[in-house]
């Protein structure tokens, strides 16, 4: 399974984006899918996950309401559209793909290159 991200850039706070998460291989509708970030300085952190058949959703507590997360099993693209963005959520966010909800990497065993999001002034 690969996993490529892209959408990221350069948005001023409260603005908004959204990223895009490319599955490919066989089985790729059959994981769940979680977004992460890595903010500078600071751990990666699961941001949001979706259920493979988008029943179930999960999301950091900082970003709820902000963020939603969505998939397109048909296409096998996974989505994270993010509003009201915030300087703290600048980071590089992964899309990863696993067989939990739980918002931990060390559950998700298919991984992202990243992509860069700054949300600065």
């Known amino acids: 399974l690969q996993l490529v991200e892209s959408g990221g850039d350069l948005v001023q706070p409260g603005g908004s984006l959204r990223l895009s998460c490319v599955a490919t291989g066989l089985g790729a509708y059959g994981f769940n899918i979680a977004w992460f970030r890595q903010s500078p300085g600071k751990e990666r952190e699961g941001v949001a996950c979706i259920s493979s058949d988008s029943g179930r959703t999960r999301y950091l507590e900082d970003v709820k309401g902000r963020f939603t997360i969505a998939r397109d099993n048909r296409k096998n693209i996974h989505y994270l559209h993010m509003n009201d963005l915030k300087p703290e959520d600048t980071g590089i966010y992964y899309c990863?793909?696993?067989?939990?909800?739980?918002?931990?990497?060390?559950?998700?065993?298919?991984w992202g290159q990243g992509t860069q999001v700054t949300v600065s002034s």
């Open positions: 990863a793909a696993g067989n939990t909800l739980i918002l931990e990497e060390r559950f998700y065993d298919y």
